[in-house]
């Protein structure tokens, strides 16, 4: 359903056109919707999305409770070269790629417990006052394209889309042409009033390096002692770490939180460090309670800048000076993979360009087509994959619409949700089984909120809000300003458009570590009904853009919430795990070993939540299966 401007109250509270809460209790054979529909279009559903009811029952049934639905004595489908379970940018990249390398007769099957293809790359679209927009409910952008492998590059080619193009359609100094800055945001909950002031911190690098940060400090509300220490902190020039030899700091800083860091070494009060313990939630999954000093160093953090501590890297930002964070399309990784699609089914999304993908309308009836080579079926989620008694091929076991199914594969790949394989995968070593565990999945939720206008952020002379102390949103701010195909970012205030929200669950100061917040923070936002994320959201506007003159009732059309409990690929975090893991070493190349004629590809399997990371596995996985 889209939005219209003279929707009700009703549908508003609703979220449009779909309100179902987290916590319901669908059957997990209760049917979905077909495929095959007439005006099946999931992009334009609003509401409670990402993981959607309907998508995660049937996986909850097996792993929370044991359920083990009935495996059909005999085939119900036929027999393809490789079915594929998870049809996420890894998924589909997977497929492609077989394609490409077996020869293009193979028959392919993807099979995916969502609603929609993309995995986490999903699109969120509104018509607001007859305007469409379109947005990102997942996995963002192409970061680095310079840095990716061979064989991640070349994807990127054969599916027509070329990065470079992506200098005309970002427009860079969008928002410093607009004078529109970063505000920081003190909520009545925390602070008694709702104030939206200077952000500090997001210009640290900036415009505040002249020495004007007393001014602003001085109207924050917090007390004279934190506006002096936080001042103090932000201006020294010290060494906190002189006494320590240099051979050590590195060390010391990797198993010490910057927060206890700062607390400890810079007489720096909570009160101060509650303001921006958060900030690296959305990279990290948990804020500066759980992620180390020299992560902190790294992103040139207050009280850091002078620690001596060599060439060991650099503030993050700075190191995207030569390739900027530019590369996204109007729906994010979407993008990639409604051009995989293409690629795989050239029939469901028209067009040949990169440009034209923006406007493309997916034709979902043509996804799944009796005879076709390549066959993508959704609302399908695998609930049991074994070699058959010859070890010659493959069964999968999958539920959808309320039956099961049974289909067979010479070679299976399996690019889902990595956590759930043990429990799907009878076959699997234990010693394999024991590193999928090691890490989970780090949950998060993109909040896409159609505005009919933007003037409170135009009159306020910000784009985006940072809470200190966030109630829920982290963050919330213009979208990216992208302008490609025919389609236009906003250019007037009076316009509308979408703002996009950020919120990562976790339990800070507990005392629990990382995985323990991550797994904590998902129980949370399983229990939390859209309902909950819309009351919240409209507070916490209204409370920071008041004074711009926005009002949620009048101003807000509609409000897409993209939940994933299992967001994005656990990255090793060295405050807790061994400094040496990473892409290279650690759990996950044990947890990711091939199992006969079954492969794994997943960004999981890469131990990196990017999209070069979910390629890279693809293309292992299926170079394994092809040199058996």
Same mark, same amino acid.
């Given at each position: 359903?889209?939005?219209?401007?003279?929707?009700?109250?009703?549908?508003?509270?609703?979220?449009?056109?779909?309100?179902?809460?987290?916590?319901?209790?669908?059957?997990?054979?209760?049917?979905?919707?077909?495929?095959?529909?007439?005006?099946y279009y999931p992009p334009t559903l609003t509401g409670m999305r990402g993981s959607h009811a309907g998508s995660f029952e049937v996986g909850h049934a097996v792993s929370w409770a044991g359920t083990r639905f009935p495996r059909p004595d005999k085939?119900?489908?036929?027999?393809?070269?490789?079915?594929?379970?998870?049809?996420?940018?890894?998924?589909?990249?997977?497929?492609?790629?077989?394609?490409?390398?077996?020869? *293009?007769?193979?028959?392919?099957?993807?099979?995916?417990?969502? !609603?929609?293809?993309?995995?986490?790359?999903?699109?969120?679209?509104?018509?607001?006052?007859?305007?469409?927009?379109? *947005?990102?409910?997942?996995?963002?952008?192409?970061?680095?394209?310079?840095?990716?492998?061979?064989?991640?590059?070349?994807?990127?080619?054969?599916?027509?889309?070329?990065?470079? $193009? %992506?200098?005309?359609?970002?427009?860079?100094?969008?928002? $410093?042409?607009?004078?529109?800055?970063? *505000?920081?945001?003190?909520?009545?909950?925390?602070?008694?009033?709702?104030?939206?002031?200077?952000?500090?911190?997001?210009?640290?690098?900036?415009?505040?390096?002249?020495?004007?940060?007393?001014?602003?400090?001085?109207?924050?509300?917090?007390?004279?002692?934190?506006?002096?220490?936080?001042?103090?902190?932000?201006?020294?020039?010290?060494?906190?770490?002189?006494?320590?030899?240099?051979?050590?700091?590195? !060390?010391?800083?990797?198993?010490?939180?910057?927060?206890?860091?700062?607390?400890?070494?810079?007489?720096?009060?909570k009160e101060v460090t509650d303001i921006f313990r958060d900030r690296p939630r959305g990279i990290w999954g948990v804020g500066w309670d759980a992620t180390s000093a020299l992560e902190g160093y790294r992103w040139n953090n207050p009280g850091m800048a002078h620690l001596q501590l060599g060439d060991i890297g650099s503030n993050w930002l700075d190191s995207r000076e030569d390739e900027?964070?530019?590369?996204?399309?109007?729906?994010?990784?979407? *993008?990639?993979?409604?051009?995989?699609? +293409?690629?795989?089914?050239?029939?469901?999304?028209?067009?040949?360009?990169?440009?034209?993908?923006?406007?493309?309308?997916?034709?979902?009836?043509?996804?799944?087509?009796?005879?076709?080579?390549?066959?993508? +079926?959704?609302?399908?989620?695998?609930?049991?994959?074994?070699?058959?008694?010859?070890?010659?091929?493959? @069964?999968?076991?999958?539920?959808?619409?309320?039956?099961?199914?049974?289909?067979?594969? @010479?070679?299976?790949?399996?690019?889902?949700?990595?956590?759930?394989?043990? #429990?799907?995968?009878?076959?699997?070593?234990?010693?394999?089984?024991?590193?999928?565990?090691?890490?989970?999945?780090?949950?998060?939720?993109?909040?896409?909120?159609?505005? $009919?206008?933007?003037?409170?952020?135009? +009159?306020?002379?910000?784009?985006?809000?940072?809470?200190?102390?966030?109630?829920?949103?982290?963050?919330?701010?213009? !979208?990216?300003?992208?302008?490609?195909?025919?389609?236009? %970012?906003?250019?007037?205030?009076?316009?509308?458009?979408?703002?996009?929200?950020?919120?990562?669950?976790?339990?800070?100061?507990?005392?629990?570590?990382?995985?323990?917040?991550?797994?904590?923070?998902?129980?949370?936002?399983?229990?939390?009904?859209?309902?909950?994320?819309?009351?919240?959201?409209?507070?916490?506007?209204?409370?920071?853009?008041?004074?711009?003159? %926005?009002?949620?009732?009048?101003?807000?059309?509609?409000?897409?919430?993209?939940?994933?409990?299992?967001?994005?690929?656990?990255? #090793?975090?060295?405050?807790?795990?061994?400094?040496?893991?990473?892409? @290279?070493?650690?759990?996950?190349?044990?947890?990711?070993?091939?199992?006969? +004629?079954?492969?794994?590809?997943?960004?999981?399997?890469?131990?990196?939540?990017?999209?070069?990371?979910?390629?890279?596995?693809? @293309?292992?996985?299926?170079?394994?299966?092809?040199?058996?």
């Amino acid at each position: 359903m889209r939005t219209k401007s003279g929707m009700s109250r009703r549908d508003f509270m609703n979220g449009v056109a779909l309100s179902l809460a987290a916590g319901t209790t669908l059957s997990p054979l209760k049917p979905w919707a077909a495929t095959g529909t007439p005006g099946y279009y999931p992009p334009t559903l609003t509401g409670m999305r990402g993981s959607h009811a309907g998508s995660f029952e049937v996986g909850h049934a097996v792993s929370w409770a044991g359920t083990r639905f009935p495996r059909p004595d005999k085939q119900t489908d036929g027999s393809y070269d490789v079915v594929i379970a998870g049809g996420g940018i890894s998924g589909l990249s997977a497929a492609m790629l077989y394609r490409q390398r077996a020869g *293009g007769n193979a028959r392919i099957l993807i099979l995916d417990n969502h !609603d929609d293809f993309g995995g986490h790359a999903k699109r969120n679209e509104f018509i607001v006052d007859g305007q469409q927009l379109i *947005g990102y409910g997942g996995s963002q952008s192409i970061d680095s394209p310079a840095t990716y492998s061979a064989a991640s590059a070349q994807v990127l080619k054969d599916i027509a889309i070329t990065t470079e $193009r %992506f200098y005309q359609y970002y427009d860079q100094d969008y928002f $410093r042409s607009r004078n529109l800055g970063n *505000g920081l945001y003190f909520s009545s909950e925390h602070y008694g009033k709702d104030q939206l002031l200077l952000d500090v911190f997001r210009s640290f690098s900036g415009a505040f390096r002249g020495g004007n940060f007393s001014e602003t400090v001085a109207t924050y509300p917090i007390s004279e002692e934190a506006k002096t220490a936080l001042v103090r902190l932000m201006t020294s020039e010290q060494n906190y770490l002189a006494d320590m030899d240099a051979s050590r700091r590195v !060390d010391f800083l990797q198993k010490i939180s910057y927060t206890d860091f700062i607390h400890q070494f810079t007489n720096t009060p909570k009160e101060v460090t509650d303001i921006f313990r958060d900030r690296p939630r959305g990279i990290w999954g948990v804020g500066w309670d759980a992620t180390s000093a020299l992560e902190g160093y790294r992103w040139n953090n207050p009280g850091m800048a002078h620690l001596q501590l060599g060439d060991i890297g650099s503030n993050w930002l700075d190191s995207r000076e030569d390739e900027p964070y530019i590369f996204h399309f109007p729906d994010g990784n979407a *993008g990639v993979a409604r051009a995989l699609v +293409r690629n795989l089914i050239p029939a469901a999304v028209p067009g040949k360009t990169m440009e034209d993908l923006v406007f493309a309308r997916v034709n979902y009836g043509l996804l799944d087509v009796p005879g076709a080579a390549v066959r993508i +079926r959704l609302n399908s989620t695998a609930v049991d994959i074994r070699h058959t008694g010859d070890e010659e091929a493959v @069964d999968v076991t999958y539920v959808s619409h309320g039956k099961t199914h049974r289909v067979r594969g @010479d070679r299976v790949i399996y690019a889902g949700y990595h956590n759930l394989l043990p #429990y799907v995968c009878p076959e699997l070593p234990v010693e394999q089984k024991q590193a999928i565990e090691y890490a989970t999945k780090v949950p998060l939720v993109y909040i896409n909120i159609a505005l $009919r206008n933007w003037q409170a952020f135009s +009159r306020l002379g910000i784009r985006s809000v940072t809470a200190a102390q966030p109630t829920l949103m982290h963050s919330f701010g213009l !979208d990216f300003p992208v302008s490609m195909g025919g389609y236009e %970012f906003t250019n007037d205030p009076d316009q509308p458009t979408i703002i996009h929200g950020t919120y990562v669950p976790a339990v800070p100061d507990t005392g629990m570590n990382n995985i323990e917040q991550h797994k904590a923070g998902r129980r949370a936002l399983y229990e939390m009904s859209f309902s909950d994320f819309e009351q919240n959201i409209v507070a916490q506007m209204n409370g920071a853009l008041s004074g711009g003159g %926005f009002d949620a009732g009048r101003d807000i059309a509609a409000i897409t919430v993209n939940r994933w409990p299992h967001g994005y690929a656990y990255e #090793y975090n060295e405050l807790y795990d061994d400094p040496s893991f990473g892409k @290279d070493v650690g759990p996950h190349l044990i947890a990711r070993k091939q199992i006969g +004629r079954i492969s794994i590809a997943n960004s999981d399997a890469s131990a990196y939540a990017y999209v070069n990371g979910a390629i890279d596995a693809a @293309d292992r996985a299926v170079n394994e299966q092809l040199k058996t």
